[in-house]
């Protein structure tokens, strides 16, 4: 066990103590630790999480919970103020929320081997930590609020995520961003197909647009994604829906080595760092996915096809990227706009005058871009 890997801490007694430490953000193991039990009230608890000391609960795991919601209303006291521009908004949105993340994550739990929690009224939480975590070998001590994700990841994947266009549930597991959002789905669902011939979806996820094609009636789909968790999830929901023989799950960065005759990408629609491995598939740092994907596609069209680039315009609303910006994207990569599809947003958000980013959220459109390469395109 490295010590990069570990956190220590005293116990009540003074005895020396440490385990491996988990983080799917990649946050470093906590400098200082303190044991936490019942006793402790939340206005002292958020003061030591504000300060930076964290705490090892040794109490009921339901009094932590407690705790926990405790910690978050005091956090959510200190609202963002708007800014003077969208993006500063924006701006000082993700800073307010990376500090109330910073401060919920200090309220720690210990994991025994087998991903048992050791605590009074502790959840059976085995099968979704294997799932999240692979086997549990060694004790480790994780974030309440990681395990909270682990915890609800392991109920989507036991009762899925319906999806109208399949007229079945796709199934995420964790790390893998849920298709919760059907705009971009129904875009996918409803496009004139160029064709019926080989189609790919670059950065399958869940593998739900591959699947949205193969029931479409698209012969062969290649469904690329870099990720392990997502490869893994997408080969278990197109085996479940019987698509296996048309839908191949291939690793790769971006394109297959061949060509055909629609490509399907639905990057992360925002610039910026991703902190956490769901947020990959809504930031997009430095937009290297939009841009490897429209740089690339002229190359990987087969003649006559269409590249469909899913994409949200929230950004061009929150000042983060213009819509010159993309159109320019397209010229330089030997692109034309042959079509383009819209739709509204329909998630909870996008109607709650209380986020800080309602103006933009109410006003955004989800576009499907039907490119083609230029008749002069190299």
Not at 41 to 67: M, P
Not at 167 to 174: K, R, S
Not at 268 to 289: F, I, N, Q
Request: hydrophobic residues 40%; charged residues 25%.
């Amino acid at each position: 066990m490295s010590t990069e890997q570990t956190v220590r801490w005293l116990e009540s007694s003074g005895e020396e103590r440490c385990a491996l430490w988990r983080s799917e953000s990649g946050a470093p193991p906590p400098k200082r630790v303190v044991t936490a039990d019942d006793g402790m009230n939340a206005d002292t608890a958020f003061r030591l999480a504000c300060e930076g000391t964290s705490l090892l609960w040794r109490g009921d795991y339901h009094n932590a919970r407690q705790l926990l919601q405790a910690m978050a209303r005091r956090a959510d006291r200190k609202r963002p103020k708007p800014g003077t521009s969208p993006g500063q908004s924006f701006h000082l949105y993700r800073q307010a929320q990376s500090r109330r993340a910073r401060i919920l994550g200090m309220l720690l739990l210990p994991v025994a081997v087998g991903h048992v929690i050791p605590l009074r009224r502790a959840p059976d939480v085995r099968l979704a930590c294997e799932q999240a975590y692979g086997h549990g070998h060694e004790p480790y001590v994780v974030s309440l609020r990681e395990l909270q994700g682990v915890v609800g990841a392991g109920e989507w994947r036991k009762r899925g995520v319906h999806v109208p266009a399949l007229g079945e549930p796709i199934t995420p597991h964790f790390g893998v961003f849920a298709p919760v959002r059907g705009e971009y789905v129904d875009l996918v669902a409803e496009a004139p197909l160029p064709s019926q011939g080989t189609a790919f979806d670059i950065g399958t996820g869940t593998g739900v647009l591959a699947a949205v094609l193969a029931r479409r009636g698209v012969r062969r789909v290649v469904a690329t994604d870099c990720d392990a968790r997502a490869l893994a999830c997408a080969r278990e929901n197109i085996s479940r829906l019987g698509l296996s023989p048309i839908v191949d799950i291939q690793q790769a960065d971006l394109f297959p080595a061949t060509r055909a005759s629609l490509i399907v990408c639905n990057p992360p629609w925002l610039p910026g760092r991703a902190r956490t491995s769901l947020e990959h598939a809504v930031y997009d740092p430095g937009s290297r996915m939009l841009r490897g994907f429209v740089d690339g596609l002229s190359a990987h069209l087969a003649p006559g096809g269409e590249g469909w680039l899913v994409i949200s315009d929230l950004a061009e609303r929150l000042g983060l990227r213009s819509r010159t910006e993309l159109s320019e994207l397209f010229a330089a990569a030997g692109l034309r706009v042959v079509g383009r599809i819209d739709a509204r947003p329909r998630h909870p958000r996008a109607h709650d005058p209380a986020d800080p980013l309602h103006a933009a959220r109410k006003a955004e459109v989800t576009s499907l871009w039907r490119l083609a390469a230029s008749p002069d395109a190299h």
